[in-house]
């Protein structure tokens, strides 16, 4: 089995990614999809384990590639922090990217709510924030992906 864990907006504050990170134990991959602040060090180095980022709206002299495409058990899937794609007010504009690009996943960050939205051929995937939520019970969040030995994928969203 192997065990991804997603995680957004960590704003510099990584008491709750390091909590989190200990709590999961074994991590084959992290995603950060954004608002790391410069510290893509200190992450990669908490996480233990291949790491890959993408930067977000106040990451803004980051060397990061702007978004990317990767391949998941099988699966097209686009990492970006989603405010390129006005993911604050709806999902249409995102939704038509995956589309015009094939995409199967887009995991995104930005409005600090989580969501594991499956809509067509199209999983939306957001952690939420692990360090400012926004939603209601004000919990900080991130997403498991466990995918099994067949390459069936399930995605689990915890709090901290």
Do not use: W
């Amino acid at each position: 089995m192997q065990r991804i864990m997603i995680v957004s907006d960590s704003h510099r504050k990584h008491g709750n990614l390091a909590e989190a990170i200990y709590n999961e134990e074994s991590l084959d991959m992290l995603i950060h999809l954004g608002d790391i602040e410069g510290e893509e060090d200190i992450i990669q180095e908490l996480a233990g384990c291949e790491t890959i980022m993408v930067p977000g709206n106040n990451d803004f002299f980051s060397p990061l590639p702007r978004e990317l495409e990767i391949d998941i058990a099988g699966r097209k899937v686009l990492l970006t922090h989603g405010h390129y794609y006005m993911v604050s007010l709806d999902l249409q504009t995102l939704r038509e990217e995956c589309i015009s690009r094939g995409v199967n996943i887009v995991m995104f960050g930005h409005t600090h709510r989580p969501l594991i939205q499956v809509e067509d051929d199209i999983t939306f995937i957001n952690p939420g924030s692990i360090s400012y939520p926004r939603q209601q019970d004000k919990r900080c969040t991130y997403i498991m992906l466990e995918i099994d030995d067949n390459g069936e994928m399930s995605f689990t969203l915890k709090c901290v």
